[in-house]
């Protein structure tokens, strides 16, 4: 049997601006430290990558879930803003 076909998505997931950022403060004094100068500000976020089984679902439908799982499982919409597309 045929393996199904796969639809690569990503998830971009990042602080909202008025969200202090401790980690990328951090990561931004380390910087300077190392003597990268001229980093004015750093904000850290993360990248989720799923494979989806293409089972002849609609990119709209297929979006919406995307947009779901991200409001539900991948971000916290109180303090992150997400960006989700299909590849």
């Known amino acids: 049997m045929k393996p199904a076909a796969s ?3 990503t998830v971009i997931v990042r602080l909202k601006p008025e969200v202090l950022d401790p980690q990328g403060t951090a990561v931004q004094r380390a910087l300077g430290r190392l003597g990268f100068q001229g980093v004015k500000n750093v904000r850290i976020g993360k990248i989720v990558e ?3 089984d293409d089972d002849g679902t609609s990119a709209a ?3 919406d879930r995307l947009e779901k799982m ?3 499982m991948l971000a916290n919409p109180v303090i992150e803003d997400f960006e989700a597309k299909i590849s």
Do not use: V
């Open 7 to 9: 639809i690569r998505a």
């Open 50 to 52: 799923l494979e989806i």
């Open 61 to 63: 439908d297929l979006e």
């Open 70 to 72: 991200a409001k539900e």
